[in-house]
């Protein structure tokens, strides 16, 4: 299988990724191996091997397969995935697990479909941006271990001390939703990661975003809003809206955002727009 190359973050899993690679080395001898030092690295490799690669696996978590999937953004190149973050979001939404043996059945295969992507102020993203809380959250947890528990911890501790973000529409249609928020989300698909459903009514390849608008909500509240988003229950009520749109502008007192669980300041105004059925992904 000479037409297909893996990215590995080497700094995914805890660095355990030898077991994966020493897997794939045995069945597709053939196939071209990179192991990614820095996001530059990996987007120099994708350019050098554009022309003779068809499939580009990227072996990592969510900013991995952000840092891919840029690249193939409008090519006829298909994106792979083997997750190996820590919420390994996009990679629920899509259906890839770390089964190596189906993995390789569908590199075989070689069956696709077109997606949706979007940008923030023209910065790329594939699975749920944010800003607000989740923004100050992922801040915070980069500079931790990382894994579910940290990140769990971090968001306890970011709660109680976060004040609320007022973000204004600078569309007429829109500034009924003019207000106070926790958080703002822009959902490609419909999970953070860890099956946390932010969004349960997403779809990659609508041609629309949806955008969850999260007050602050008294502390009583945490255990049912998690719940319901853990079970895909999420509904509009009085601490939580959505807009769907292919594409927004506005205006919001905080740079703390994230796009696809990395970590990134952005100043206002934001513009947000859809990239309808700009990558090609592989499918079962």
Do not use: C
């Not at 590199?107 to 102020?121: C, P």
């Not at 998690?226 to 601490?239: D, E, Q, S, V």
């Amino acid at each position: 299988m000479q037409n297909v190359a893996f990215i590995i973050n080497p700094f995914s899993s805890h660095g355990n990724y030898q077991p994966f690679l020493q897997e794939i080395e045995k069945q597709l001898p053939n196939a071209l191996i990179y192991i990614s030092q820095s996001i530059q690295g990996t987007q120099d490799f994708i350019e050098d091997h554009k022309e003779e690669i068809e499939i580009f696996v990227a072996v990592g978590g969510d900013g991995t397969i952000s840092t891919v999937a840029q690249m193939l953004v409008g090519t006829d190149r298909i994106l792979a995935i083997f997750p190996m973050g820590s919420g390994n979001g996009f990679a629920n939404e899509t259906h890839f697990n770390k089964n190596i043996q189906q993995l390789i059945l569908k590199l075989k295969s070689k069956k696709s479909q077109t997606i949706d992507t979007f940008t923030v102020n023209g910065r790329f993203s594939i699975n749920v941006a944010g800003v607000g809380f989740d923004g100050a959250v992922i801040e915070a947890f980069e500079k931790t271990s990382r894994g579910f528990k940290n990140y769990i911890k971090v968001s306890l501790q970011t709660f109680f001390k976060y004040k609320p973000i007022h973000i204004r529409f600078l569309d007429e249609k829109y500034q009924k939703h003019n207000g106070k928020y926790l958080m703002l989300n822009v959902a490609n698909t419909r999970q953070f990661g860890n099956n946390a459903y932010i969004a349960p009514q997403a779809s990659h390849s609508d041609g629309l975003l949806e955008l969850a608008l999260v007050k602050k909500f008294p502390f009583s509240h945490a255990p049912s809003f998690a719940y319901r988003m853990f079970t895909k229950k999420l509904i509009p009520n009085r601490y939580l809206d959505y807009i769907s749109t292919d594409e927004i502008q506005f205006e919001v007192d905080s740079q703390l955002w994230h796009l696809d669980g990395e970590f990134n300041k952005i100043t206002s105004p934001v513009h947000v727009k859809i990239q309808p059925r700009s990558l090609t992904i592989l499918v079962s």
